[in-house]
């Protein structure tokens, strides 16, 4: 079968297949031979190998095989500089050869039976951009394998590196044991589940009783007075203690995320819910149980959608719910202070906030996935993180060691002292990485080529502005002001609101800029204070510019504060949210100057701010041309962007897969807007997620951006990421993501490919 005649459809079959075979399998050699086996019948080669490398004895070894001699698998290995295989490795990139005997590495290994084939592809096994392995395949005749080939086996040789890492190491525990009747062995299992977040740990297990609420007691000795007192107290303390951790967060992770414990604060700021625990009370019942009682109602409801990002909010109301018990009376498990592995039923997002991130070396639970608030925190904490089942999780026991993977699910319990070894070569190659990324925290960004890129930092709260200087950040691109707002329980005042911008402007340098946001209030982010109506779809409903535009008298209070507060500095501009047509530019630049003017009548000197659009809707993008003589400058909003031109949801776990924002339609939405700010010479930065993820920032640099803003934490990863392409190199990838490729998987695949070249 020739690769041409290979359709991507069979392409993502093979790689369903791989990732199917590895799911299901629990045995690591009979997992690389079904791989070897279907990779040959799939690709339609002759021979297909995987090799692991072992540090120890310098030497690859042949770990399972189709085509090639079955026996020298184990027993037949070789130096890195020795033959194509080696080759492939020391170089960890691909290569293909079309006579292989003609070659001046080709060597050979009579014993493993590579000399009756012509033709052979081998891709390294990474970890950490450490190669420790090889996948090849060989055929009989002649055959150019072209890039589409290469470029699959690339992406099934990342999927089954992980598992290679330990196959060399982790032996069949039967075969080792030597069993005392006397007493029950502990012996080693492997556990496999879903990857959370990224990374391997080793350490003890810390089984955490938690998660669960006893219904407290009814009847109290107390008076109704007393009881709802009690509840008043306990709801100050919680919402106190949210905050603390929302701060305690700050610089740790991104403002989104941080952003999390919003939710919890809304819960028990909202009145509906504040009534019906005070109604129980009225009715006799202590305050522990009517909380107990209407946590439990809304869990039921909560329980009974199926749209999985509002059964997430069920795991924020049952944290407000114990920690609302606990300021009552009612413990619950608190996070121990040791080092080791987090193993918990389930870990709330209060439990990851509390959590000492240097003494945690990773979370087993068996609730929630990669969705899940705690699982969104993990990720930013850099703590790896596994969901296993209830039943998988009741073989962990307190001090168990475990060595946890979450690059690929896989936890071994009890593991070998050769699997320990292996683990711990990860976690130095782990932290040599974590190391590297240091240097690029006070070098500018730069390409390989010396492209210069503006990196600055998006921004939510104030205590935020003092990691700026720390990551490298070049200013602020976004000032998500509505953060600020839900933090409280009613609009701030003029002067309020002038404190607090000027706080966060006095925190940049002068020659550094600073972008606020107007309010972009609604859908997800809302207090109860603001009147929100319920909305059948409220992400395209009555939010940000469209309400602010039919409800001024917010947004004028906010734009006056915002002058104010940039009266002595030029670095200030402001920027509007949601906008769809000129017709709402205009409106939103006549509120301005009207604020402006009044300010001026007043005897203030107000400035002259650069005003900048938001670009998220595609609407607005295709007739971008028409704004550009009404505005100073563009920022796209690549999160709303890529759900609008996907129609998908990325907080449902569903279809949380078809959320990319590389996928080719959303890069050409913002080709056309590079296009047209770089005709009118208008400066263009993004502001999105998209910014922080390191193939995202290559692609939008070839695109033609050379601002991007992003979570401050993440910006010495992108530096780096950006120091591996030269601008022709990005460029390239770019033209082929918005010519060539015909979806997300492929643009990823094609810059992965450049970075191993």
Known sequence: MNQTQLSQDAALQILADVSQIITTSHNADETLQQTAKMIAERMGVDACAIYAYDAHENQLRLKSTIGLVKEAIDAVSMRPDEGLTGLVLQESRPLQVLEMHRHPRFKLFPNIGEGVYQSFLGVPLLIYRRAIGVLTVHTVKRRSFSENEERLMTTIASQIAGLVSKALLIKELDSNTLVDFSRPALQTNTLRGQRVAEGVGLGKALVLEQGSMEEPLRTSPWSIHEENKAFRTALEQTIKDVLGLIDRLSGLVSPDEAAIFHAHIMFMEDSVFQEKIEGYIDQGNSAAWAIYQVIHEYLIAFNNIEDPYLQEKSHDLKDVGIRLLHHLGHGFGEITDKEGILVAKQVLPSDIARINSTKIKG???????????????????????????????????????????????????????????????????????????????????????????????????????????????????????????????????????????????????????????????????????????????????????????????????????????????????????????????????????????????????????????????????????????????????????????????????????????????????????????????????????????????????????????????????????????????????????????????????????????
């Open 363 to 757: 979370i087993i639970t068996c609730s929630g996935g990669v969705v899940s608030h705690a699982a969104i925190l993990a990720r930013s904490l850099l703590i790896p993180a596994i969901c296993v089942s209830e039943a998988s999780l009741h073989e962990i026991h307190e001090g168990d060691m475990l060595a946890l993977d979450g690059t690929n699910g896989s936890i071994v319990i009890r593991p070998s002292e050769e699997t320990i070894e292996d683990f711990s070569e990860l976690l130095v190659a782990q932290d040599r990485h974590r190391s590297q990324l240091e240097r690029f925290r006070t070098l500018p960004c730069l390409t390989k080529d010396g492209e210069r890129i503006n990196i600055l930092a998006n921004v939510a709260l104030e205590s935020e502005t003092l990691q700026l200087k720390h990551f490298g950040a070049e200013g602020i691109g976004l000032y998500r002001s509505e953060i600020y707002f839900l933090s409280l329980d009613s609009y701030p005042s003029l002067e309020n609101q002038c404190e607090t911008y000027r706080k966060i402007i006095e925190r940049v340098p002068k020659d550094f800029p600073v972008v606020i946001r107007t309010l972009d209030l609604g859908a997800d982010k809302a207090a109860p204070y603001m009147g929100f109506q319920k909305e059948d779809n409220p992400f395209l409903g009555f939010r940000a510019i469209r309400r602010q535009l039919k409800q001024p008298a917010v947004l004028k209070t906010q734009i006056k504060a915002i002058l104010l507060a940039a009266e002595r500095r030029d670095n200030v501009r402001l920027l509007f949210p949601m906008i769809t047509n000129l017709h709402e530019v205009k409106g939103v630049k006549g509120i301005y100057e009207e604020c402006r003017q009044e300010l001026i009548e007043k005897g203030f000197q107000a400035p002259q701010l650069k005003i900048g659009v938001m670009f998220e809707v595609p609407a607005a993008i295709f007739i971008s041309h028409k704004m550009m003589s009404e505005i100073d400058f563009c920022s796209i909003g690549s999160n709303d962007l890529t759900q609008f031109v996907l129609a998908v949801d990325r907080n449902n776990s569903n279809i949380s897969d078809i959320y990319d924002p590389l996928h080719p339609a959303v890069l050409q939405m913002i080709q056309h807007l590079t296009k047209n700010c770089a005709k009118v010479h208008m400066p263009v930065e993004l502001c999105g997620e998209m910014a922080s993820d390191p193939d995202g920032s290559v692609i939008l640099v070839g695109l033609g951006l050379r601002q991007l803003s992003m979570s401050a934490s993440l910006i010495p990863l992108v530096k780096e990421r950006m120091s591996m392409f030269t601008l022709a190199e990005a460029e390239e990838i770019a033209n082929f993501a918005l010519h060539e490729a015909a979806s997300a998987m492929e643009v990823r695949q094609k810059i992965s490919r450049f970075h191993m070249c």
